[in-house]
C-alpha cells in the first residue's frame, strides 16, 4: 500500500515528536511520503496529487482544517457527483488540533499517540467506510457549515487564533459577533423542496453531530444527523437573547432534541438552498470561505472511504 502522511506542523497539539513517531508506526505497514505543509491550500494541493497518482491511502495529521483540505483535494477531480469518488485514495485521521470534531465523530480519541495505534488497527485488521459529506458552493465539508453568526464568529477567530486557539476565544468572539455583526443581520431565505420559503437570520447546516465542541463538551443541534443521513438544518428567525440563551442550553444538553418557537430545524435534507439579502459570512468546517449571497448546500451519500476507528465494528 502506497501513503501520504499530511502533516500541518502549525495545528494546535502537533509536534515534531509525534510526527516522527506517527510516521515511523505508518512506515512499518506501508510504503510512506511524508509531506509538511508550509502554506494555506498545500494540504489541498498533496491530496490530488495523490489522487491522480492512484496513491492507495492519506493521513491527515492535523485539525479540521487541514482534513478539510485533504478531503476537498481527494475530491477535487468528482465534480460533485456520487459516483466519481469511488476510486480515490482512502483517508485516514490522526487527530492534531484543538476541537479535532471530525476525528471524535469517527470515533478517534483527541490523542495523537492513541489515535495512531488505532489508525494501525484499523489498518491491520482492514477496517474502512463510506461516509457522506457535505457540498456547498464547490466546497466539500466533513461535519458542518453555515451562513450568519456562526460564520461571523469563525472569521473573527481565524484573525486571532494559533497555537493559542481555545474554547474561551470562541466564546468572546460568539458574544462580539452577537453584538456587532461584521455585515448586519440581512435576512436570509431558506428553501427546501416541498416547502415554502423560509426567513430566517442564522443557519447552521450540520453533516454529522454534534456540531462542534466546546473543550470536552459536544453541541448538539441536529441530534439524529449522521454521516449516513442527510443533511441538517438549525436555522434561527430570531436572535433576542432569551432566544439564544434558550437554544445555546438545549445544544449544550447530553440528550438534546432542539426546540422552540423561534426555529426552523429539519433533518435528513438532500438540498438546502439559502439566499441572502445582502453578503454574509460563509464557512465550511469552521474555516471562512468568504462572502455570499446565495449558497446551495447539497448532501452527497458514499463519498468518501476513511479508516474507521475498530470501536466502529
Known sequence: MRAILVVNPQATSTTAGGRDVLAHALASDV????????????????????????????????????????????????????????????????????????ARALGLPADPVEATHLLLTALEQNLHRRIGLGLADRHWFTFNAGLGWDADVVGRVAKRRGKQTSPSLYMR???????????????????IQGEE??????????????WTYLGGRPVHLNAGCSFETGLGLFALSGLRLPTVFTHVRQALLTD????????????????????????????????????????????????LTVIASPNDH
Do not use: W
Open 197 to 210: 420559503p423560509a426567513e430566517v437570520l442564522t443557519a447552521f447546516v450540520s453533516n454529522t453531530d454534534p
Open 256 to 303: 438534546s432534541d432542539q426546540r422552540g418557537r423561534r426555529l426552523l430545524r429539519r433533518d435528513d435534507l438532500p438540498l438546502i438552498r439559502i439566499d441572502a439579502a445582502q453578503p454574509v459570512n460563509f464557512q465550511v468546517d469552521g474555516d471562512l470561505v468568504g462572502q455570499r449571497t446565495r449558497v446551495e448546500f447539497q448532501s452527497v451519500p458514499d463519498a
Open 31 to 102: 510504503k510512506l511520503d511524508v509531506v509538511e505543509t508550509d502554506y494555506r491550500g498545500h494540504a489541498m494541493a498533496v491530496a490530488r496529487a495523490a489522487a491522480r497518482d492512484g496513491i492507495d491511502l492519506v493521513v491527515a495529521h492535523g485539525g479540521d482544517g487541514t482534513v478539510n483540505e485533504v478531503v476537498n483535494g481527494l475530491l477535487a477531480d468528482c465534480d460533485g457527483r456520487p459516483g466519481g469518488a469511488g476510486s480515490v485514495p482512502m483517508l485516514g485521521v490522526v487527530p492534531g488540533g484543538s476541537a479535532n470534531v471530525f
Open 173 to 191: 468572539a460568539a458574544v462580539r459577533s452577537y453584538f456587532r455583526p461584521p455585515h448586519g443581520r440581512p435576512t436570509l431565505t431558506v428553501r
